[in-house]
Nanobody, 126 residues
Framework: QVQLVESGGGLVQAGGSLRLSCAAS????????MGWFRQAPGKEREFVAT????????IYTQSVRGRFTMSRENAKNTVYLQMNSLIPEDTAVYYC???????????????????WGQGTQVTVSS
């Protein structure tokens, strides 16, 4: 069983920045495929970013490319999501997700992940 705990959400004005963190339990974190998702009110949970096991490669959804940066620190069992140039449309609950094992880290579907955090609220005011 893997536990994921997100932190770092909050209220920010448009154009501002936030850094989300997700701390994971377990001894083999470097083998977890990790992703960030978000869910706005009345909408389905959507993919934001996923990162390779070493942290050297990241895939972003189009709407956040160039503004968000996902990274991971395997020694600390933690992934991050640096969010810059925030816009009101980024308002959502942000979730981190983990997948243990498997041949690929390029996971962009909710169904591909085994574990989820409780989420952290990000609100961007205009």
């Amino acid at each position: 069983q893997v536990q994921l705990v997100e932190s770092g959400g909050g209220l920010v004005q448009a154009g501002g920045s936030l850094r989300l963190s997700c701390a994971a339990s377990g001894r083999t974190f470097s083998s977890y495929a990790m992703g960030w998702f978000r869910q706005a009110p009345g909408k389905e949970r959507e993919f934001v970013a996923t990162i390779s096991w070493s942290g050297g490669s990241v895939i972003y959804t189009q709407s956040v490319r160039g503004r968000f940066t996902m990274s991971r620190e395997n020694a600390k069992n933690t992934v991050y999501l640096q969010m810059n140039s925030l816009i009101p449309e980024d308002t959502a609950v942000y979730y981190c997700a983990a997948k243990l094992g498997g041949p690929s880290w390029r996971l962009q579907s909710r169904d591909q992940y085994d574990y989820w955090g409780q989420g952290t609220q990000v609100t961007v005011s205009s």
